[in-house]
């Protein structure tokens, strides 16, 4: 059986059969998990994406539920990545608020600075290169925010970093 899927499907949370949210699945992988069986949909795309093949049409769920229950064995800690650190800040330089496309580390490592969440922000090029290996203190800076590790949510397998589908807000609460 051959499927077209829209090029346009979005990301689609998964919860768990207690309704905990477990990952952020494709639209493709959500698709094969309601063919297979394995997962319902509790809510479908407002925009009306579809899944065609020879014989049938699906509508592509904004949020799945899985019909048995997934035991997550323990909660990871997010390591710490470039992108995970411009994905918490949003993209933004935390000094000018501009397009940030590094990371800097706010004391820096060779003052003793450790390569952590609290201790990494997103960084323009102009910003980090004027920095350099200085403390804020040295330059009369201020940092607007205390940089944290992402907020994770359900049983800790899903890390809030990317804007949430609004779709989800009754599934992540007050973490979205």
Request: charged fraction near 20%; include cysteine.
């Amino acid at each position: 059986m051959t499927m077209q899927v829209t090029a346009g499907v979005g990301r689609v949370l998964l919860l768990n059969a207690t309704h905990e949210p477990l990952a952020v699945l494709n639209g493709r992988r959500a698709v094969v998990l309601m063919l297979a069986g394995k997962a319902e949909c509790l809510v479908e795309r407002a925009a009306g994406e579809k899944v065609h093949s020879p014989t049938f049409c699906l509508s592509v769920p904004a949020v799945l539920r899985l019909n048995r229950f997934v035991r997550v064995p323990y909660a990871p800690t997010a390591a710490i990545t470039r992108a995970g650190v411009l994905r918490r800040d949003r993209r933004r330089c935390a000094y000018c608020r501009s397009s940030g496309d590094t990371i800097d580390h706010v004391v820096p490592r060779s003052r003793g600075g450790s390569h952590s969440w609290e201790n990494c922000v997103a960084c323009c090029t102009k910003c980090n290169a004027r920095k350099a290996d200085r403390l804020l203190s040295e330059l009369g800076w201020v940092l607007p925010f205390a940089p944290t590790s992402p907020k994770r949510i359900g049983s800790g397998r899903l890390w809030l970093s990317e804007e949430a589908d609004p779709e989800w807000h009754p599934w992540l609460g007050s973490a979205a």
